[in-house]
């Protein structure tokens, strides 16, 4: 539990740094994923941890190559994803969570918070009526913070576990 309250804190941190500087010291990630994996461990072994780890690499990857070909075809040369589209905090936060989330949690995670974090950009651009940079590895850290702090207090309920997905699944 203790753990599980030091990455809260530690994710509000990169949450402000973000919101702030829209960007984050880099030792945060690897401090960020040592606190993931502390916690994760204390309902898995490393074995399991490494299986999901790779299939949530190999979401990544995909998803980043299918993003590389839809700029290629838009804009008929390659570009460099990290230098105008996305920012190397924003790929270093979802490697993090990779390591903490099975991938069915991490696939699930991935598609809310950018649905949410849409919304919530939609909202500020209509209201300010101007284009809007993103912090969206701060932004999902405070979603990820908020779900581990319901994590805490449910009962019966683990965000590192998918039995929540079986028994939908039967019904």
Same mark, same amino acid.
């Given at each position: 539990?203790?753990?599980?309250?030091?990455?809260?804190?530690?994710?509000?941190?990169?949450?402000?740094?973000?919101?702030?500087?829209?960007?984050?010291?880099?030792?945060?990630?690897?401090?960020?994923?040592?606190?993931?994996?502390?916690?994760?461990?204390?309902?898995?072994?490393?074995?399991?941890?490494?299986?999901?780890?790779?299939?949530?690499?190999?979401?990544?990857?995909?998803?980043?190559?299918?993003?590389?070909?839809?700029?290629?075809?838009?804009?008929?040369?390659?570009?460099? /994803?990290?230098?105008?589209?996305?920012?190397? #905090?924003? %790929? =270093?936060?979802?490697?993090? +969570?990779?390591?903490? $989330?099975?991938?069915?949690?991490? /696939?699930?995670?991935?598609?809310?918070?950018? #649905?949410? %974090? =849409?919304?919530?950009?939609? +909202?500020?651009?209509? $209201?300010?009526?101007?284009?809007?940079?993103?912090?969206?590895?701060?932004?999902?850290?405070? %979603?990820?913070?908020?779900?581990?702090?319901?994590?805490?207090?449910?009962?019966?309920?683990?965000?590192?576990?998918?039995?929540?997905?079986?028994?939908?699944?039967?019904?």
């Amino acid at each position: 539990m203790l753990t599980k309250i030091v990455l809260i804190v530690w994710l509000l941190l990169l949450f402000a740094q973000d919101m702030r500087w829209r960007a984050v010291y880099w030792w945060m990630y690897p401090v960020l994923t040592i606190l993931l994996i502390l916690d994760r461990l204390s309902g898995v072994d490393a074995f399991a941890i490494m299986v999901d780890t790779s299939w949530n690499l190999v979401f990544l990857s995909v998803q980043f190559l299918l993003l590389s070909l839809y700029f290629r075809i838009k804009y008929k040369t390659w570009t460099n /994803l990290t230098r105008e589209h996305i920012g190397w #905090g924003d %790929i =270093l936060f979802l490697l993090c +969570l990779g390591c903490y $989330l099975p991938p069915i949690n991490y /696939l699930f995670f991935y598609m809310l918070s950018l #649905g949410v %974090i =849409l919304l919530f950009s939609l +909202l500020v651009i209509a $209201l300010k009526r101007r284009s809007l940079n993103i912090p969206l590895a701060g932004l999902q850290a405070m %979603i990820f913070a908020v779900v581990l702090m319901a994590d805490l207090r449910a009962k019966g309920w683990d965000v590192g576990e998918t039995e929540w997905f079986f028994s939908y699944l039967e019904k």
